[in-house]
């Protein structure tokens, strides 16, 4: 919660004028004390004793009333001094060169020590501004060392310099063509994004019709223009306060530029990833996709050459291997293709409600041909509620799971498929009864183009398992590999469970236990 | 006998893949003409009058939506679409605007041959509105006139919905139907959206007609397209 409150707004322009009347009072009082005090004294002290009684009364108002006041006192000692104690009494003549002398002193002394005084205490109270300045400074850049973005950056930077100097503005980001965009809300009334644009294109500050126009200059780029509602003339002009405004500026500046490099940083990583995906991808390609041609090129071409010399079964086995190669040929390319776009970072969602006993049978479906002697279990509570999934990626993941299971355990072993719906999330798992997962492994499976086991004994591009958890992780969701206690190899995928769709038709709610 | 044999077109860019089409399909007794173009073939399909029309839908001059469209303004030929993996969108729209079903790039022919088969029945015996048919495949009978439901002889209650459900999809039995199409006709226009309807009514069908909702024989689920009532 932000105070309601702002807090002493720092912005003054010059230092507040106090009222001098009290210090001059002082200087009129403090000569005519002394005198009331030093006349019944007259007999037993000397005139210097009696000047060193005025000029401690100068000396006190001076240290606390400042220079005016000390020279009001001094310049009103000298004649009262005159005419009570120095010789002729009575007169406002002055025999003794001595006394002359020590009135000269004194009023001196009333000088010096009140300018003084007024010096250091004008420091103490530049002293004082200064710090309030810092600390507004501190204040401003901790709070914009947490924005992670844009809006919240303009937000903050609002926030503080209506605290710090009492007044609106507005900060206005720049797009990628260098033009500036006016925020969605916190929009000062009146501001024209033109003269803004203009006036950022000059790269100077501006004051123009009650607005002040204050580019952001990072250390590389422009970042955006600080517009700053206030009265003319500003108070701030030509001041301390305007250097002041320049820093409050610079810090917005940086931390833009922060986050302009952040998101380039990012985007660079996400470069270097999809290269090495890349040189990744051309290196399995190499292999994977040419032991299927290898032996499709080899087959169709003994089929060609040897025809008359092959019996009817001779070619009838060539031309499934024909067919066979190609079709693990075009799965693969599938599942290159697939992660091509999926690691490319714009993964398109095409979510809807789902209902998972649905795409488990349409994943059984797709892999009919390789669970022929496969017993699949599956245990899916009717009480499952929908997803908010994309149905197609959501069977690619299981597809992958499924086939992983049927590759790593032996022939005729059953799988089994199970859900579960938790508190805000749905369990799903695929289990085999196989040897299970290698100690160790259970996250490096996910890694792109790793393999559990040597290349030659299972095909595959070792994409499978990359895919599922890219999939899976797009949806806000999270898949583990483990093993069950003496049974083999178990993946559980978590996803979140979302507030369950209305149905308008009292029928529904009939059939539904 | 060759007057007798269907008629089919097929428009395909790729001169191998015609060539493969041309040779199977006349082997099974098909008469096979070509397009190579969207133009071409809305020309022959309205030269030829064919019984069936083949269309790959990644044409290099115009959109294969566009060519359904042109056809279905004068033609209710049925259309077998090719396309590509992974664009499901691409697939709905064809099916949308009048395609009969698709095959995803690459296909076996005998899953060709089964489709055109479906396609072809459908076309010869157009449902008429009276629908006096008994529907029956494997274990599953659907009397459309007297709207009871069996399997295995045992008779199965469903609920209005769920009847007008299964009773869309075996008009169309064997072609696939996409949420859309099923959802307009069920439920009508202003239900487009809800397609958590068709979920569910589709898992509560399953439960009263499959041995295993999970590995359906019948209700199939084409992912992202729609559904499919299987003919066995």
Known sequence: MQSQQPHKAVISGALPLKSHLPGYVWGILAPLACTLIDWPLRHWLGPASILMTYLLGVFLVASRYGRGASIVASLLSAPVFAFYFARPIFSFAIHDLENIIGLVVMIVVANVTGSLLEKSKIQAELAAQREALASALYRLSHDLSTAQDHDTVAQIAVKHIHDEFGVASMLLNIDAENHLQMPSYLALPGVDLASAQRIFENRTAKQDNNFGYYPLKGSRAWQGILIIQAAQPFPWQGSELSAFIDTFCHLIAQTLERLQFAAQAKEATLQAESEALRNALLSSISHDLRTPLTRIIGAAGTLIESDSDLSVAERQDFNHIVLDEAQRMSELTGKLLDMARLSSGEINLHPDWNAIEEIVGSALNRLDKHLKDRPVRTVLPDSLPLLWIDGVLMEQVLVNLIENAVKYSPAGSPIDIGGLAREGSCRLSVADYGPGIAKGQELKIFDKFYRGIAESEQSGVGLGLALCKAIVEAHGGLIQAGNRAGKGAEFVIELPLRDPPQFAEPEITGSLS | ?232
């Open chain 2, 1 to 232: 006998m060759a007057k007798t044999d269907p008629v089919i077109i097929v428009i395909e860019d790729d001169p191998s893949i015609r060539r493969f089409l041309r040779t199977s399909l006349g082997t099974h007794g098909f008469s096979v003409f070509e397009a190579d173009t969207g133009k071409q073939a809305i020309v022959e399909v309205g030269v030829r009058k064919p019984d069936l029309v083949i269309l790959d839908l990644g044409l290099p001059d115009m959109d294969g939506v566009e060519v359904i469209k042109a056809i279905r303004g004068w033609s209710a030929v049925p259309i077998i679409i090719l396309s590509a993996r992974s664009s499901e969108q691409q697939k709905i729209d064809a099916l949308d605007v009048g395609a009969d079903d698709y095959l995803t790039k690459p296909f076996g022919f005998g899953e060709l041959l089964a489709r055109m088969r479906v396609a072809l029945r459908h076309s010869i015996r157009p449902q008429e509105p009276s629908q006096s048919d008994i529907f029956i495949t494997a274990n599953l009978k659907v009397d459309l006139i007297n709207r009871v439901v069996s399997v295995d002889e045992q008779e199965i209650h469903l609920t209005p919905i769920q009847y007008r459900l299964l009773a869309i999809l075996v008009k169309h039995a064997g072609k696939v139907m996409t949420h859309q199409q099923i959802l307009k006709e069920v439920w009508g226009p202003s239900y487009q959206e809800n397609a958590h309807y068709l979920r569910i009514y589709m898992s509560q069908l399953r439960q009263k007609l499959e041995t295993d909702p999970t590995q359906p024989k019948f209700l199939l689920t084409e992912s992202g397209v729609g559904y499919r009532l299987k003919i066995w």
